[in-house]
């Protein structure tokens, strides 16, 4: 683009917006958001529209930074502890999930968020675009998680989960509920959904009268947990990336169904279902296939 904008039919021609999330500025809406506010340029130029299309000869600007050639679309597996925010920065000083990831990685972003008071598997990635697509609710990803909780429920109390439920008003989807083991005063569950709403699992177990204590998530869509330790960060490697995701990728045409677990995580075929431990989702841990 020197004195025109790319045709939409050039071959690397793309939005602006999106070429700002696939190189890990911003999610294409907040990249939207800078350019409306002045921050980006091209070529030398100041754009105020996010109706323009780049090619990669295309000199761009974001607060007055040189924009870095997109690097190839990676993934990580993260182990989120509990008391961290999932942020960039947080308005009361805590904690951030990136404030604890390792130097050497590049600028990432979140899939999704697990709140302050939960842990287990939090995807991160480099590109903003894949990221949008794996938290849109037509992706329909399967979440599982580990949850303790305060109370002695029945099939017949958790039926209300397996419908659908509503709470303060909002709609909550069917979830696939099983209960573990009883221990004590408590209960162990492994919950699906497949939104993810705000605090949707404790919120729904708090209507029917539970407590929720500790909730570990197991697995985001082909992705699992495993043995992982807090804290641990680990790539999903290039040849798993493209079979689990396929059509997902940018610049794929069509989106495939995820092929089952991923990154050394696959049970063997009729191996026994460990028995849960208290103490978390270490070994003892169910790995539940899809």
């Given amino acids: 683009m020197t004195d025109d904008a790319p045709s939409k039919d050039a071959p690397d021609a793309e939005r602006i917006a999106k070429r700002l999330a696939r190189a890990g500025v911003a999610s294409r809406r907040e990249a939207e958001r800078m350019i409306e506010a002045g921050r980006v340029k091209v070529n030398g130029k100041k754009i105020d529209s996010p109706a323009l299309n780049v090619v990669g000869e295309d000199k761009i600007e974001v607060d007055g930074e040189?924009?870095?050639e997109a690097e190839r679309t990676r993934l990580w597996r993260y182990y989120k502890p509990t008391g961290l925010v999932t942020s960039n920065k947080d308005e009361q000083g805590r904690k951030t999930v990136f404030d604890m990831l390792p130097t050497d990685l590049p600028r990432v972003m979140s899939?999704?968020?697990?709140?302050?008071?939960?842990?287990?598997?939090?995807?991160?990635t480099n590109d903003g675009e894949l990221k949008r697509k794996l938290e849109l609710p037509t992706t329909g990803w399967l979440r599982r998680y580990r949850v303790r909780a305060h109370g002695r429920p029945n099939e017949k109390?958790?039926?209300?989960?397996?419908?659908g439920i509503t709470v303060d008003g909002e709609r909550f989807k069917p979830m696939q509920v099983e209960i573990e083991r009883q221990q004590g005063a408590n209960v162990w569950l492994t919950i699906g959904l497949r939104e993810g709403k705000n605090r949707?699992?404790?919120r729904a177990l708090e209507s029917l009268g539970m407590t929720v204590s500790r909730l570990i998530r197991l697995s985001y869509g082909p992705f699992q947990l495993g043995d992982m330790k807090e804290g641990a960060v680990e790539e999903i490697k290039g040849k798993i990336l493209?079979?689990?995701?396929?059509?997902?990728?940018?610049?794929?045409?069509?989106?495939?169904?995820?092929k089952g677990e991923a990154q050394k995580t696959r049970q063997k075929p009729g191996a026994a279902k460990p028995r849960p431990r208290s103490g978390g989702p270490g070994k003892s841990q169910p790995r539940t296939r899809r």
């Fill in 66 to 68: 040189v924009l870095a």
């Fill in 111 to 124: 899939v999704g968020r697990l709140d302050l008071n939960s842990e287990g598997l939090l995807l991160l």
């Fill in 157 to 163: 109390m958790l039926a209300p989960l397996k419908r």
């Fill in 200 to 202: 949707e699992i404790r």
């Fill in 242 to 258: 493209r079979d689990q995701l396929g059509g997902l990728l940018p610049g794929a045409s069509a989106p495939k169904e995820p």
